[in-house]
């Protein structure tokens, strides 16, 4: 029966032997979980790298509070300034 399909190894080379297909697949195999473990390192280099954002990002958070604080400063005075009573009541009231 394995000798009828043109892929298969021929029954005098023994049983020992493995067959085009197993050879193959063994081979297909081989270089999926290569492939799947260089995926792997890319996720978790890419993870590395997202975090490295992010805890850049959280770094600048206090510089942000300060212009935030400064610019209600400076839009409160400037709104003093002009002569707006009732622009002050609108500021965050700091």
């Known amino acids: 029966m394995a000798s ?3 892929f298969s190894s021929s029954t005098a080379a023994g049983a ?3 067959s085009y297909f197993e050879q ?3 081979l297909l195999l081989t270089q999926i979980a290569a492939t799947m473990e260089q995926v792997l390192t890319n996720m978790n280099t890419l993870n590395r790298n997202l975090e490295s954002a992010i ?3 959280k770094e600048f958070e206090s510089v942000e509070e300060l212009w935030s604080r400064f610019e209600g ?4 005075d ?3 300034a002009q002569g707006g009573e009732g ?3 609108e500021g965050e009231g700091r």
């Open 16 to 18: 020992g032997e493995k």
């Open 4 to 6: 009828n399909t043109p």
């Open 24 to 26: 193959q697949r063994e």
């Open 87 to 89: 622009e002050e009541g």
């Open 78 to 80: 400037q709104g003093l």
């Open 55 to 57: 805890d850049v990002g």
């Open 73 to 76: 400063v400076m839009g409160r």
